[in-house]
C-alpha cells in the first residue's frame, strides 16, 4: 500500500507505540488517584504535556482533550458572555468541526469568503472585525488544499477589536511557526505521528473558558475526563519527533512537492496558493476527471477525493467551493498528502498510475 493522505492522518511513529505499550500493557493507575502508581500515571502526563507544549507560544497552558474537534468545541462553546462571547468571524473555508460549531452556538456569525488562491482579503478582514466582536477563529494551514493563512495579522485585527482569536493549528502544528498573538490554540496527536483520540487545547494565561465536559475537572483550565496516559504519552513522544525532525522533514515534503507537481505535468491545475501553502499538501483538479473511478481503480494506493471527515457525503468540497471551482471541477479533485516516510519513488510512482488511469479516461471518453 502507497499511503499518500497525510491530512487525514499519519503513521504512528514507532516511538509513540513504544511509549504508549507499557501504559497499555503493564501500568494501569488511574493519573488522578493519589496513590503512588496514580502519581507515576501523572508524571507521564505531565512530560507529555511539556512536550506538547513546547511547539506552542510561551505565555499559557495545555489541557489535554481527546481530540481537536473537542478542543475547537469547547473554545468556541466556553467563551464567556463578558470576554469573547460577542458575535463570530471566521473563513468560509474552516474545517466543519469550526463551522458546524459556530452554527450550533447560535451567536451572530460572519463567514468571511476567501479569494481563488484560498487566503482570506485582509482588508475585508478589517472592515468584518469590529469593536464588539467577541471572536475570531481561522485555520493556520487548510486541511484540504493546504493554504496557510496569515494567522499573526488577523489576530492583531482580532484584539485591536477586543476580540478572543482561536487558530485551529491542527495542520500545521510542529510543521510551521505558530503566532504568539494566538488566544486559544488546537491541535491533535495523530496528525503528526502520534495516536488518535487524543488532542490538545492552549489557553493562554488570563483567557477564561467554560467547562464543555462537566464531571470531574480533572483538567485544570476546566476539563473533565480521566486522561490516558498511554494517549497522552505518544502525543508527547510525537511532539518531540516533530521538535527534532522539523527541518529534515521540512526539506523532504519540499522535495516531494516539487518532483511530484513537475511529474503531473500541465494537465492538472493546483487548488490554492502556489507560494502560501505547506508543501506536504498538493491538492490539484484535472478537467472530466472521474476521481471516484481512479481510486476504485488504485485500490492500493491511499488518496483523497478531499477532506477525510466530508468523503462519502456526495457533496462537492466546500473549500474548493469557496476557492471558485465549479461544482464539476471540485469532483474532478484529488488530495495527495505526504510526509516524514514517503519517498520519492512510491510517490512518483503512484502519480504515474494516476495520471495512466485519467489518461485511459479521456481516450475512453
Known amino acids: 500500500m502507497t499511503y499518500l493522505d497525510y491530512q487525514a492522518t499519519t503513521p504512528l511513529a514507532p516511538e509513540a507505540f513504544e511509549a504508549m505499550l507499557p501504559w497499555l500493557r503493564d501500568q494501569h493507575a488511574n493519573p488522578h488517584s493519589p496513590h503512588r502508581e496514580g502519581r507515576r500515571a501523572r508524571a507521564a502526563v505531565e512530560v507529555a504535556r511539556d512536550r506538547v507544549a513546547e511547539l506552542l507560544p510561551p505565555g499559557g497552558r495545555l489541557a489535554f482533550t481527546g481530540g481537536a474537534t473537542e478542543a475547537l468545541n469547547w473554545a468556541i462553546k466556553g467563551t464567556p458572555e463578558d470576554k469573547g462571547g460577542g458575535p463570530i468571524i471566521t473563513l468560509a473555508t474552516e474545517h466543519a ?41 481561522a485555520m493556520l494551514v487548510n486541511n484540504e488544499i493546504g493554504v496557510i493563512q496569515p494567522i499573526a ?40 505521528h502520534g495516536p488518535k483520540g487524543v488532542g ?30 498511554a494517549l497522552c504519552a505518544g502525543f508527547g513522544v510525537a511532539a518531540r519527533l516533530m521538535r527534532d525532525c522539523q527541518e529534515a522533514d521540512a526539506s523532504h ?29 498538493l491538492n490539484v483538479h484535472r ?9 476504485s481503480e488504485l485500490r492500493d494506493t491511499a488518496f483523497s477525493a ?60
Open 97 to 137: 468541526a469550526v463551522l458546524d460549531t459556530v452554527a450550533a452556538s447560535g451567536r451572530p456569525t460572519t463567514i468571511l469568503p476567501v479569494g481563488p488562491d484560498g487566503i482570506v482579503d485582509l482588508a475585508r478582514a478589517e472592515a468584518a472585525i469590529r469593536p464588539g466582536t467577541g471572536l475570531v477563529a
Open 153 to 192: 495579522e488577523l489576530a492583531a485585527l482580532a484584539h485591536e477589536a477586543g476580540a478572543l482569536f482561536l487558530c485551529d493549528a491542527v495542520q500545521g502544528y510542529g510543521r510551521i511557526p505558530i503566532p504568539a498573538a494566538c488566544d486559544l490554540v488546537a491541535v491533535s496527536a495523530h496528525k503528526i
Open 200 to 229: 490538545a487545547l492552549w489557553i493562554r494565561d488570563g483567557v477564561k473558558l467554560a467547562p464543555l465536559l462537566h464531571g470531574g475537572g480533572q483538567e485544570e483550565p476546566g476539563r473533565s475526563g480521566t486522561l490516558s496516559p
Open 253 to 281: 515534503v519540499r522535495t516531494l512537492f516539487a518532483a511530484a507537481r513537475a511529474r503531473l505535468g500541465a494537465g492538472w491545475t493546483l487548488n490554492g496558493s502556489a507560494e502560501y501553502r505547506y508543501p506536504g499538501n
Open 287 to 295: 478537467p472530466g476527471l472521474d476521481v471516484a473511478r481512479v481510486m
Open 306 to 365: 478531499g477532506s477525510a471527515c466530508a468523503s462519502g457525503s456526495g457533496r462537492p468540497s466546500h473549500v474548493l467551493r469557496a476557492i471558485g471551482l465549479s461544482d464539476a471541477e471540485a469532483r474532478s479533485s484529488i488530495r495527495l498528502g505526504f510526509g516524514r516516510h514517503t519517498t520519492e519513488h512510491e510517490l512518483l510512482a503512484a502519480i504515474d498510475r494516476i495520471h495512466a488511469a485519467a489518461d485511459a479516461q479521456r481516450i475512453a471518453a
